[in-house]
């Protein structure tokens, strides 16, 4: 999404925690918990992924996307799907995405990343552009530092 920003990715977490699942530090009970909102929200606004659960192997996952924000007023904290949030993303200067992965079988489930998202996040992508056509009218200034050392 073009006003995707601030993202911070959870995989090294998740994969923590499946090591401990594996070493039998913790049990699936423990990481098996979702609760009955987040399952409904993944059967009603989940976006379907290819991606086998890495507890039970059975059932695939499906992404939950999470929406926070002073602008949502009422909305905040409910889920949305993938399709909504581009067009919130227009409507709004900026809201946090929460996505989870959820596994209707088993009930594992995990945080995935956060990001933002939002019409403020459209004016810093065009001043990053415009840094790099300065940088390259001006004869690239990589060329310039390498002189330097
Ligand atoms: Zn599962």
């Known amino acids: 999404m073009r ?3 601030q993202v911070v990715d959870y995989s090294l977490q998740k994969r923590a925690v499946l090591r401990e699942l594996l070493a039998g530090r913790v049990g ?9 909102y987040l399952k409904n929200a993944a059967r009603f606004h989940g976006e379907p992924t290819d991606r086998r659960c890495p507890i039970c192997r059975s059932e695939n996952l499906t992404l939950v996307h999470y929406i926070y924000g002073d602008e ?7 889920a949305r799907t993938l ?9 709004l200067r900026e809201f946090q995405v929460f ?14 990343e956060q990001y933002l998202l939002g019409r403020d996040g459209l004016t810093g992508d065009s001043e990053g552009t415009s840094e790099q056509d300065a940088a390259g ?9 390498e002189a330097q050392r």
């Open 3 to 5: 006003t995707q920003r």
């Open 28 to 36: 699936t009970y423990d990481v098996c918990d979702a609760s009955p």
């Open 72 to 78: 949502l007023k009422q909305s905040a904290g409910q």
């Open 83 to 91: 399709a909504e949030l581009p067009v919130l993303a227009m409507t």
């Open 99 to 112: 996505v989870v992965e959820v596994c209707l079988g088993c009930d594992w489930n995990h945080l995935v």
């Open 137 to 145: 009218a001006e004869g690239g200034g990589r060329r310039r530092r």
